[in-house]
């Protein structure tokens, strides 16, 4: 009788005890975790924007299948229309009237570094995704912004520490007169000069954005005789330029390289009208790296979408992981204690494991170095005897960023 | 500087000014007989080459597809301006030009999105048929194949304009609606059709300008914006509404450019533009003679 009273009393405490003490090992969050994403959905950039959502999306479709701290994770999204104002405003009304836990963008890097600077002030974390400023993690970088893209700085880095490695000394640069293009051209060459100090740069030439006739140029560079060619280019004036250099048989007169001219966006709208023989940097490819966990990330993407994801959907897709990563390791929806979990984090990737290097909060990134040439497994251009910088190696030190943002 | 860079620099210019010519020739058309600044020309050069991009892609992406395409998009964008002509612009010949400046523009957005909703945003590439592919070798220095085409094309389509102009009726009767246009209906005219023809023939060589351009650059929004201030600048120091002061604008637009890259590559995009200032210094009103 006492022993049944006993059990009676002593039960329900002991389940209750069990019941609140294992609440304080794993706090269960009531609701959904928000992620507020601004992006540029209108207009050409919107294809870059998309691509990056999806890879977001089927990340989360993994992550929310067992859940991150007992929740979901979910998104919203608003159109920036590659403007800053829209941008910030649209930043601004996500974290105020939406509530978001942290923002997720963009495409522009002036919006990125607008909303970069919002979030420094509202302390809320920001993940770039696509933008390639240096700026946004280097001199402009501080504790509430982070990338999970590459940037200028590091595609050049890789351009510089990928042609020191060539016989060429007499080189040229040309490019499109906007902020990327001269970003990616003062990083090579000063990786460059310094890595080769007997290098000579012959001359420069600098088109406007989207000039639609850029043979003269062509033929002008071809008439100085340079014995390489570093092309800072990129949207819609990557296909002029490949098509520039196709049409005037420049690679087979000189050796050329351009950031990203071995993305498939690009190569592939060209069909066999894209030149081969031109050296190219990427930070992703779905046929390369070869392995189990990019393919399956392939697999899983075209049949989500119908089609294989590029650059920024594998952006979009680390974004994702590191987000659930960071919250289950801080076990908490605090911003503060969400960006300590981030600093330094760890995530298993389509092309193996990612850090998040906490000095500059610049995802640590491989760069692969390839050649534009024809093969007969696919239809059109592909990057071939891709060579693999690591992150190290293309990646600023944390002394030089330390540097940058003192100034 | 030898002789073969500047004479490939030449060329590669002259290239492009037939270009130019192409689309500014049906502006400075529209300008001349209408009256009317025409900003939404662009967008109609942009349409043409996004039809010839659907028409090669669907047929196949050959090189007869091109061939085809490079004749059906003008007719294409002839058409779209021949019901936007009937529909708006009929009715607005008498308003002042700041109206139709504003008209026009409005129309250009419009353009901008219905080509948005009917292409999407993506950049689309038409491939140049086998034969124009590659390049020759000219003075010892490579010249792209295409451009050379577009060299024979661009004087075809001048001569072609010439005969219209002055040999053919209709040619005549907008040539005299440009000087008078009163007159030209006293005499028993129907001006609006005469309108209406001119309209849709400066809007065809909008068209054939885009398809012509299309194979040799990304085919993408905002294409449009880039040729008209050109076409406009190319008109204005031409001498507004007259053809052949834009084949003169066109090449002195085309030549300066492509010299000035191989003079001065890092400036280069000052010299056209330096030319239409000096130009308009010292001829306010164009070098040929202006309708206006």
């Known amino acids: 009788m006492v022993l049944k009273i006993f059990i009676i009393a002593i039960l329900p405490l002991a389940t209750a005890a069990l019941f609140f003490s294992s609440c304080k090992k794993a706090p269960k969050i009531e609701r959904p975790i928000k992620v507020g994403i601004i992006d540029c959905y209108s207009g050409p950039p919107a294809v870059y924007a998309k691509d990056a959502l999806n890879g977001f999306k089927l990340a989360l479709n993994e992550i929310n299948k067992e859940g991150v701290l007992g929740t979901k994770i979910e998104y919203t999204t608003r159109d920036t229309k590659f403007k800053v104002d829209i941008g910030l405003s649209m930043a601004k009304e996500l974290v105020m009237r939406e509530k978001v836990d942290l923002l997720v963008g963009t495409i522009s890097s002036s919006v990125a570094l607008a909303v970069s600077d919002y979030c420094k002030g509202e302390k809320v974390p920001f993940m770039v995704w696509i933008s390639k400023s240096e700026r946004i993690t280097g001199e402009k970088g501080h504790r509430y912004v982070f990338s999970t893209g590459e940037n200028t700085a590091m595609a050049g880095k890789a351009g510089g520490v990928a042609l020191a490695k060539k016989p060429y000394t007499k080189y040229w640069i040309a490019g499109d007169d906007y902020e990327y293009g001269h970003a990616i051209a003062d990083a090579a060459w000063r990786n460059l000069k310094k890595l080769k100090p007997e290098v000579e740069l012959l001359g420069q030439s600098w088109w406007k954005v989207g000039e639609p006739d850029l043979i003269p140029y062509i033929t002008a560079i071809l008439a100085a005789k340079p014995e390489a060619v570093i092309f800072c280019t990129g949207g819609r004036s990557m296909t002029n330029v490949m098509k520039a250099i196709k049409a005037t048989g420049m690679a087979e007169k000189v050796a050329i390289w351009i950031h990203t001219a071995t993305d498939h966006a690009v190569l592939k709208p060209l069909g066999p009208e894209a030149p081969e023989g031109v050296m190219g940097t990427m930070d992703y490819h779905f046929y390369y790296p070869d392995t189990p966990a990019n393919k399956e990330f392939v697999k899983a993407f075209k049949e989500a979408y119908g089609e294989p994801p590029g650059f920024p959907a594998f952006h979009g897709y680390i974004t994702a992981h590191f987000i659930a990563e960071a919250f289950k390791k801080a076990g908490t929806l605090d911003r503060e204690k969400f960006i300590d979990a981030l600093e330094g984090l760890k995530i298993a990737s389509p092309v193996g494991e990612i850090e998040m290097r906490a000095c500059d909060h610049q995802a640590v990134l491989p760069m692969y170095l390839g050649v534009t040439k024809k093969v007969p497994e696919y239809d059109f251009i592909i990057s071939t005897d891709i060579v693999t910088l690591t992150g190290d190696e293309v990646m600023p030190t944390c002394e030089e960023i330390k540097k940058a943002r003192e100034k | ?292």
């Open chain 2, 1 to 292: 500087m030898d002789f073969a860079s500047l004479s490939t620099q030449l060329l590669v210019g002259l290239s492009r000014a037939m270009i130019l010519f192409i689309v500014c020739a049906g502006l400075s058309f529209i300008l001349g007989v209408l009256r009317v600044p025409n900003i939404a020309h662009g967008s109609l050069y942009m349409i043409g080459a996004f039809a010839a991009y659907s028409i090669f892609t669907h047929l196949g992406s050959s090189s007869s597809g091109f061939w085809l395409a490079l004749i059906l998009a003008p007719l294409v964008v002839a058409l779209v301006s021949l019901v936007a002509e009937r529909a708006l612009f009929c009715h607005l010949y008498q308003r002042e030009h700041l109206m139709l400046l504003l008209f026009t523009f409005a129309l250009m957005l419009i353009l901008d999105d219905l080509v948005k909703i009917t292409w999407g945003p993506e950049y689309c590439s038409v491939l140049a048929p086998n034969i124009l592919r590659g390049s020759v070798s000219m003075f010892g220095a490579s010249l792209p194949r295409y451009n050379l085409f577009l060299l024979i094309v661009g004087p075809l389509v001048a001569i072609f304009l010439w005969l219209f102009v002055n040999k053919t009726k209709i040619g005549k009767i907008s040539r005299a609606a440009a000087v008078d246009r009163e007159m030209v209906g006293a005499v028993g005219i129907n001006v609006s059709w005469v309108f209406a023809a001119a309209f849709v023939i400066g809007c065809f060589l909008a068209g054939l300008g885009g398809a012509l351009v299309a194979p040799t650059v990304s085919i993408c929004l905002g294409m449009d914006h880039d040729i008209i201030i050109e076409a406009f600048l190319i008109v204005t120091i031409g001498g507004l509404g007259n053809i052949w002061g834009a084949l003169v604008g066109s090449l002195i637009f085309g030549v300066t450019h492509s010299f000035g890259v191989l003079l001065w590559p890092q400036f280069a995009i000052v010299f056209p533009y330096a030319a239409v200032v000096i130009v308009l210094l010292l001829r306010p009103r164009g070098l040929l003679k202006s309708v206006w």
